[in-house]
């Protein structure tokens, strides 16, 4: 059945580029050996399924121009960290590779990886290689295939962690591509004979466009399970046992500026399959998407849209189909709570792990908070199992009780914020990295959310609302990479300097949020939003969460008090 597509219309060019690309291999070889700073637009795309991106300084990108000089190219290289883990080992050696290779910069993603930014051409074989050699690899963190496999990362008692981690390793293993073209790009292996390969999963086009797995604990929904293609809900009998998953098809969150055919969705249930069938429960919905998503038109080409355009009754036939079996009816579950497992727990193993805010996922040194650093510091002392979470935020787990202010000591050192030093608002943000890096940011988003936040902070609590958790979200551009359509508070860049802002989703990231504004200048966007936490203050029902207050309210009525 592979590569049935469910209209009879022209594939778009990336369909092409990858049917020609002899299995991923493309002219990326020939074009590496060359001396020049940039790879051609067809070997850029097929560079992103081997994990990494051209982007330029955006800058400098018009001074460049206008000089009719070339742009500055560099890449940003991202790894694929099934459940957000690292060994102490690992992560020290990813901040070498940083100084070495890289801007000195580590950035935790929204999807537990890490990306390097600024590798320029001719580092990029022997930070790959490096990568590698370190046990890590970045082969599918980008392109058409199954992208990183993430789970909540917290190693909590109560959860069967280390189950749920050998999945998301396991999926992930299993839905790497299985072509040899990375081996022979970058680790100098031995060549063989494309034409001999195959892709058993993906076939020779690969799946029509990106597809996230993530794996959640019903309770506490840190992965934010309705945002990606696929989410597994792990179920758990009364005796504490994994017994199997809900299956949860078709969230994502991208969409383009004036394009009326794009927009976030929510996942919706499928059904219930026991962990023995879980494989080949996957594979069938991969396939499904490999055979009927929409190769002609990548804007429409997620499997959201198909699940949207078809309907969940035709994804559960083709799911039987597909698999030989029928799904069971999905297991009631209850998103109550979500936790960025920032502070200090108890783990499963009677120690304790830590867990660190990260400003907009930046590990780095300024004058004044020495991050980088003091996690270094951290990780080379006391040799901890390290986490990143999809908050962007990192744990250490494995620490003793004795050892606990000896970290604290080393965070407070090095200038370092704790969880009982930061603001509520602060701690529940994240922003996309956009401006200067990103190639499709319309706007700045980490670069500016900080000011944004610290004037937000002082409104917040001059209201007395410091101890409300609000989660607010801020990107450069649509395409929603902090998640912000599931946030209470969503700024969305809709040009330069100018932002949409959204209100009305949950903090359990179970409801989208609705555009309130199309287009906020940045310096408005606490004056815009005021008048609502101030009307949230007075007239909000007892116990009453922000995103619930707004969406009670509905969108007119906030827009009545927030004239702008
Ligand atoms: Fe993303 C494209 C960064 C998570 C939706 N994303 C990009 C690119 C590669 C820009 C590009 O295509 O040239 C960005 C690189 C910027 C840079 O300089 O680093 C980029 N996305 C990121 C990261 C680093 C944001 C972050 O703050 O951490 C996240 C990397 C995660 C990872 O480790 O794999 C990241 N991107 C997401 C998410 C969130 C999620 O999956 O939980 C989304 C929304 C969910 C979804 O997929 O719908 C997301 N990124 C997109 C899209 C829109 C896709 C769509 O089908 O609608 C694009 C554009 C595209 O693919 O054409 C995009
Ligand atoms: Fe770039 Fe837009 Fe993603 Fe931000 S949301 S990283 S601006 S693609």
């Excluded at 000089?67 to 560099?74: D, I, P, R, T, Y």
Aim: with cysteine.
């Amino acid at each position: 059945m592979e590569g049935v597509m469910t209209e009879a219309a022209k594939k778009s060019a990336v369909e092409v580029e990858k049917e020609n690309s002899r299995l991923l291999r493309g002219n990326i070889g020939e074009q590496l050996a060359q001396l020049t700073s940039f790879f051609t637009s067809s070997e850029h795309n097929l560079l992103k399924c081997h994990g990494t991106y051209q982007q330029d300084d955006r800058d400098k990108r018009q001074d460049l121009m206008r000089q009719g000089k070339e742009k500055a190219f560099s890449f940003m290289v991202r790894t694929k960290l099934p459940g957000g883990k690292l060994t102490a080992n690992q992560y020290l050696e990813l901040d070498r590779f940083a100084e070495t290779y890289a801007n000195g910069t580590l950035r935790i993603t929204t999807r537990q990886g890490i990306q390097f930014h600024g590798v320029l051409k001719g580092n990029l074989k022997p930070l790959m290689k490096k990568i590698n050699q370190a046990m890590i690899t970045t082969l599918g963190a980008c392109g058409d295939v199954v992208r990183n496999v993430c789970s909540c990362p917290a190693p909590l008692p109560d959860r069967q962690k280390i189950e749920i981690e050998r999945y998301a390793r396991d999926i992930s293993n299993r839905t790497l591509p299985q072509s040899n073209a990375y081996h022979e790009l970058w680790l100098d292996g031995k060549k063989v004979d494309s034409s001999q390969e195959k892709e058993p999963l993906y076939g020779k086009t690969y799946l029509p466009r990106k597809f996230k797995i993530v794996i959640a604990y019903p309770g506490d929904n840190c992965v934010d399970i309705y945002a990606h293609d696929l989410g597994l809900a792990a179920m758990v009998n009364p005796e504490g046992d994994l017994t199997g998953f809900n299956l949860l098809v078709g969230g994502g969150m991208g969409s383009t500026h004036n394009v009326a055919e794009t927009y976030p969705l929510l996942a919706k249930p499928l059904g219930y399959v026991s962990k023995e069938k879980i494989f080949e429960a996957l594979e069938a919905i991969i396939k499904i998407q490999r055979d009927f998503g929409n190769r002609s038109n990548r804007k429409r080409a997620r499997l959201k849209y198909l699940v949207e355009e078809k309907g969940i009754p035709w994804m559960a036939a083709e799911f039987q189909e597909y698999a030989g079996f029928v799904l069971e009816p999905i297991i009631p579950m209850d998103w109550s709570g979500t936790h960025d497992h920032v502070g200090w727990y108890k783990n499963g193993t009677g120690n304790f792990f830590c867990g660190l805010f990260v400003e907009n996922g930046r590990i780095k040194d300024t004058a004044e908070i020495r991050l980088r650093s003091g996690i270094r510091k951290i990780i080379e002392t006391f040799k901890p199992d390290v986490y990143l979470t999809l908050q962007q935020n990192i744990l250490f787990d494995g620490i003793d009780e004795a050892q606990k202010s000896s970290v604290e000591k080393i965070l407070e050192e090095h200038g370092i914020l704790t969880d009982r030093k930061i603001s509520n608002i602060l701690r529940w943000s994240m922003a996309c990295p956009a401006f200067p890096t990103c190639g499709l940011a319309i706007t700045e988003s980490e670069r500016a959310l900080p000011n944004v936040i610290r004037v937000l902070e002082k409104e917040i609590s001059g209201l007395g609302l410091e101890k409300e958790e609000i989660t607010l979200r801020m990107t450069g551009c649509p395409n929603g990479c902090a998640r912000p359509y599931t946030s209470e508070i969503g700024i969305v860049g809709s040009g330069i300097g100018q932002y949409e802002i959204l209100l009305g989703g949950n903090f359990e990231g179970t409801r989208l949020n609705q555009t309130l504004f199309d287009k906020i200048k940045q310096e408005n966007l606490v004056s815009a939003l005021k008048p609502i936490l101030e009307s949230f203050k007075n007239d909000r029902k007892s116990g009453e969460r922000f995103g619930d207050f707004c969406f009670r309210i509905g969108t007119p009525r906030l827009k009545q008090m927030s004239i702008q």
